[in-house]
């Protein structure tokens, strides 16, 4: 299963949700975590003992030679690499990375960088799932998620059937402004603002993301009641 993690704002916690979900899946399956994000990615800084020079453009023609394990962990991980190696990369280098991965693991959790490349538009139409992390407090980001999915639909890159919402830092259980934008997906999920959050193994996000996964592993997406009763009112206006 391919799980992209894709905010088109960064800082909401794209990265941390990646790594979250790889470290809950990882517990009874086979998992690797894939940054695609050059802008540059975090996951040199946030896992530990990893080498930079093993990553998805020095190991381009042997893919499996850029696996890495962190230290103490159960998944594996490929690195990115630094801004502009992207153009090093060709879309048929990243098709082949991922049918290769499909054979080795039972999920590929890809995390993709704020700006489209477009490398990683074949990995979205692939993808079983995209999450959507919206850090609902603030309008620019929905309004930049709006226009992301404008654009995917407008040029028919992928089907927007596959892509659900996950807001990150929820500090107001009410909607506020995803429920009003043109492209309204299925919310999965919330994740709650934890203060002190001591990285993407915290016991108590750790707690959260174990939910998230099962919604994930068990290949049925249940919309938020929220948004179902929203639809509802909708529906009958």
Known sequence: MIISVFSPKGGVGKTTVALALAESLSKNHRVVALELDFSPGD???LLHELDPGKNLL????DILSAVQRPSGKEFD???????GEHEHVRREDIKRCIEIL???YEYIIVDIQPGIVELVIDVLAES?????IAEENFI????RINAFLDWIQINNLSDLKNFVFVRNKVTNKELVYIDKIKHSLKLVHDIPFYKKLKGYDDKRLQKNIKRLAGVLRNGTVRE????WLFRRILGKL
């Open 58 to 61: 020095t190991c381009k023609h």
């Open 77 to 83: 991980v490929i690195i990115g690499g630094y801004p």
């Open 224 to 227: 938020d009641k929220r948004f």
């Open 102 to 104: 499909k054979f080795k």
């Open 128 to 132: 079983d799932r995209v999450l959507v």
């Open 140 to 143: 620019t980001p929905i309004a």
């Open 43 to 45: 996951f040199v800084g």
